[in-house]
């Protein structure tokens, strides 16, 4: 019977512990991707939800619309995507970051350069996965700034445009992010 008491009481102060060691913030983030073969980088913008569970993990919740061109312009992919990312704090102000994605993309073939009769504009929605690294640096006593690096892997299908098979829209996001606390 102690033993159960005494084991209750553990379970309540870890609760305890990890509900003081929350955090939620929420804030806008702006960014830079290229995939690997599109035809050159843009910007891009969205918004994150980041969650402290404990001083050494975390999770992040974020929506950001992009889009490149490929081909020359042949090809313009327009990308809502939301990611979910686990958080790992080996210190407080370093972060490690994996995770996966929705993806919901649109594909507008340029008609002069593709026949309509060959390629028709199609939405998708397509799942990958991220892994990155970042910092995250407190601002004031309710603030976040953010910046992080990430890696993306999605396989878009470039299979069914002939003689483009061999397209890698593999990407790299660099994003920066003022998080306010709520």
Known sequence: ????????????ALGITQINSQSINLGPQVGYQKAVDADNGKFMGGAALRIHLTPSLGAEASINYREEKYWNGGLKVKSWSIMITGL????PIIYG???????????????NQFPLELL???TKQEVGWHFGGGL?????????????????????????????S???SDFYVMTVGFLFGL
């Open 120 to 122: 028709s504009d199609e």
């Open 88 to 91: 790992f704090y080996p210190i």
């Open 166 to 168: 061999d397209t890698k």
């Open 136 to 164: 995250e640096l407190p601002v004031g006593t309710n603030a976040k700034l953010t910046a992080d690096v990430r890696y993306v892997f999605l396989n878009y299908d470039f299979k069914s445009v002939p003689g483009f």
């Open 1 to 12: 019977m102690f033993n159960k008491i005494l084991a209750m009481f553990g379970l309540m």
């Open 97 to 111: 970051a994996v995770g996966f994605g929705w993806y919901n993309t649109t594909f507008a073939y340029n008609q």
